[in-house]
């Protein structure tokens, strides 16, 4: 597991409508380099300020990589591949779906992780994707915003992201290349190259608040790391960052998570802590989205009701958070769900912070949602449900769990 490493100053943000702002003014002042990843790009709305900023970077000679999953974004519009062919910016969709689509199990190991870092000074982690808070490509216009947070980073951790990031832009084009890359060496390269152009650059063309990172973000020697879940070296540091913080909890577990289906062991770890006496409270998704998610996650409630764990439905617009605090000063946000696709399939990254301020800055947010805008499950009223409910949440455990024995996993 890794150590919180302390150096960092880290800012929450709230849904796109803080997380694009920022995204878009680090991306403004980059110098030299801009690497971005996520599973969904649109470019509706707010959306289209993220695209106009990448597309500006490359016109001023930034080396701009963008990054998108072929599922979450099977494509682009056509003008604004135009777009981003014309000014520079390199793209790519991973891992598009072909003619066969998802019929391939290998298919089902998607990029959902959600990283930029820019001039490797800044890095941005967390669950929204380029995408507008009030719009869903399924649902169209939303009554209320999408509930979702990610974090600006700046500190020891941002050479973490741009090592991720860099990695896998070369392993998907051709993994001798990456072998044969030294990614040391290439962090030193670029900030002796940011710096050189930081340099170069006269006080007219430097944007009106650059090298002000520190003013904006929320303390100054924050203990932070960055912990990554992949199909090859990490493949379960995620889940273990989880079990272990739920395994040393005195008083207070509050975890909020768009697909909630934790495997058996999670299960295990909430229901002992609550059994120990913890507070253990969970906003989940009350608003049906996929019925495989939907269904399968009402199939755990009873186990967890029964051993004191509060649930609570959040149903006024998407919850699509992936957030924890526990004991108001551990915390994590990022892009894994806690469920079989993220934490066995799907490429994700989650920042760990322990720090008493973010915590309980994260946590009072949390428990807004939960007052205002969450209904509790009641375990009496969950207990007699109608019988079709309970059918179609055992057909959706069931057909989850042959969709993971296919592609030789059991959950």
């Known amino acids: 597991m890794p150590q919180a490493r302390t150096g960092h100053q880290i800012l929450l943000l709230q ?3 803080a997380f694009f702002p920022a995204l878009v003014r680090a991306i403004e002042r980059s110098a030299h380099e801009v690497r971005m990843e996520t599973y969904i790009f649109s470019v509706e709305a707010a959306g289209e300020s993220v695209a106009i900023a990448l597309e500006q970077a490359a016109r001023r000679g930034v080396a701009v990589y963008l990054v998108m999953d072929g599922v979450g974004t099977p494509r682009i519009p056509a003008q604004w591949a135009s777009r981003f062919d014309a000014s520079g910016v390199k793209w790519r969709i991973f891992s598009p779906l072909g003619r066969f689509g998802l019929f391939i199990p290998s298919r089902w190991r998607r990029l959902h992780r959600k990283l930029c870092v820019v ?4 890095a941005f982690c967390g669950g929204i994707n380029v995408l507008d808070d009030w719009y869903d490509p399924n649902y169209g216009t939303l009554k209320a915003p999408r509930f979702d947070f990610a974090v600006q980073v ?3 951790l941002v050479q973490a992201v741009h090592e991720a990031t860099a990695q896998f832009w070369w392993r998907s084009q051709a993994a001798s290349t990456m072998r044969q890359s030294d990614f040391p060496a290439a962090w ?5 190259a940011v710096k050189l152009k930081l340099q170069a650059r006269s006080d007219a063309e430097m944007p009106r608040d650059a090298g002000t990172w520190a003013r904006e973000t929320v303390g100054e020697n924050t203990n932070a790391d960055l912990v990554l879940r992949d199909n090859l070296r990490n493949r379960s540091r995620i889940e273990r960052a989880y079990r272990k913080a739920i395994g040393a909890a005195r008083t207070e577990i509050i975890i909020a998570n768009a697909y909630f289906v934790p495997g058996r062991k999670l299960r295990k770890g909430l229901m002992h802590a609550a059994q120990r006496g913890v507070r253990v409270r969970l906003l989940l ?5 996929y019925f495989m998610q939907y269904h399968a996650a009402r199939s755990v409630y009873g186990a967890l009701l029964a051993a004191g764990v509060e649930i609570h439905e959040y149903s006024v617009s ?3 958070a992936k957030v924890a605090v526990i004991d108001s000063h551990w915390a994590t946000v990022g892009s894994s769900n806690l469920d079989p696709l993220s934490l066995l399939l799907a490429r994700e990254a989650n920042v760990v912070v322990d720090d008493a301020a973010f915590a309980q800055n994260l946590r009072s947010r949390l428990e807004d949602a939960m007052d205002q805008d969450g209904v509790r499950v009641d ?4 207990a007699n449900r109608p019988w079709r409910q309970r059918f179609l949440d055992r057909v959706a455990l069931g057909v989850m769990r042959v969709l993971l024995f296919l592609n030789g996993k059991r959950y």
Do not use: N, W
């Open 15 to 17: 849904g796109a409508q």
């Open 119 to 122: 001039d490797g000074t800044v």
């Open 154 to 156: 700046t500190g020891p």
């Open 188 to 192: 030193l390269a670029l900030q002796e």
């Open 285 to 289: 998704q009350g608003r049906y989205e």
């Open 318 to 320: 998407f919850l699509h």
């Open 379 to 382: 375990p009496a009223a969950y």
